[in-house]
């Protein structure tokens, strides 16, 4: 796709940004990877869910409150749980650090390039997951979950 027509083309993610925040980055990828493994969620849904998350923090760094949600309910779901996972992340640095050194636009410029990734690596398919499958791929987690109940002690008759 042509760059040129990415949205948000005014949020700037450089090389230099995603090798100093590749440990938020892969939070926020795995944090998306066990939401859709766990609600069987669609690269559309990523997109939708991406959408609103960077809208959100985009008008808190603008100094107002207001959340945007997809009408959509598994990417506001998964926008939620987005949020979530950043704001984990935040709490995990301040007791590591005792201070947090992520700022709103690594956060931001995060989550756009995850939205350009999603972009570039979606096959078109409204039911498809081709960029959930890069995704588990390049960050090493597991799309496809154990079963909940694996106790190979069980009997099952027939």
């Known amino acids: 796709m ?18 100093n925040q590749a440990e938020l ?19 559309g849904d990523i997109r ?22 997809p009408e959509n309910p598994a990417a506001a779901r998964l926008s939620h749980a987005l949020q979530i996972a950043i ?20 956060v931001i410029a995060m989550l756009a390039f995850l939205q350009r990734l999603e972009i570039d690596r979606n096959n078109g398919r409204p039911r498809g997951r081709a960029f959930l499958d ?6 090493g987690a597991d799309l496809h979950p154990l079963p909940e109940d694996d106790d190979p002690s069980r009997l099952i008759i027939l």
Do not use: C, N, W
Not at 87 to 106: A, N
């Open 48 to 69: 939708d869910a991406l959408e609103a998350v960077i809208r959100t923090r985009l008008t808190e760094a603008s100094g107002l409150i207001y959340e945007t949600r």
């Open 25 to 43: 980055l892969l939070e926020i990828g795995r944090a998306l990877i066990r939401a859709a493994s766990m609600f069987k969620f669609v690269d």
């Open 87 to 106: 704001e984990g992340y935040r709490e995990k640095e301040r007791e590591r650090l005792g201070i947090t050194k992520i700022r709103d636009t690594d």
């Open 134 to 139: 890069f995704l588990s791929h390049q960050f």
């Open 2 to 19: 042509d760059p040129d027509k990415f949205p948000h083309k005014e949020i700037a993610v450089t090389q230099e940004m995603i090798r």
